[in-house]
């Protein structure tokens, strides 16, 4: 949502542009125990000025993203590979039953800007 990526083929990673105001990326239907995966790793190249993303989950008992379900966390925009660890188990509002994701790669996007998403795990590669 507000991003376009490069397309096929793909080659290693989700090259998302963030040009655009609120670039989201939103998640296929998934489910899992909040307490079963108490964090996910982000693998990422960051070709940004900006140096904050945010995480936003939903769970079973509402259909939408509710604007306080979220962690906000730092990255560095060098334009290097790094893998971020992401504490969801550290907000109070993560528990029950989660059914989706929404990656927020920069709040607000600027021309020529672009992210390069290589994953998104509950597994630390």
Do not use: C
């Not at 769970?59 to 962690?71: A, V």
């Not at 504490?87 to 989660?98: A, E, F, M, P, V």
Request: proline share 8%.
């Amino acid at each position: 949502m507000n991003t376009l990526d490069a397309g096929f083929p793909i080659r290693g990673s989700i090259r998302l542009d963030v040009s655009a105001n609120d670039p989201q990326m939103i998640s296929p239907p998934v489910f899992w125990k909040a307490r079963d995966v108490p964090k996910l790793y982000l693998r990422a190249a960051y070709h940004t000025r900006t140096s904050v993303a945010q995480l936003f989950w939903k769970t079973d008992d509402n259909p939408q993203f509710p604007p306080k379900n979220f962690i906000q966390f730092s990255v560095k925009p060098d334009g290097q590979i790094h893998t971020n660890e992401i504490d969801l188990s550290s907000s109070d509002r993560y528990r029950g039953d989660i059914v989706g994701l929404r990656f927020d790669p920069v709040l607000s996007g600027r021309e020529g800007e672009y992210v390069e998403v290589i994953s998104i795990s509950w597994k630390r590669e």
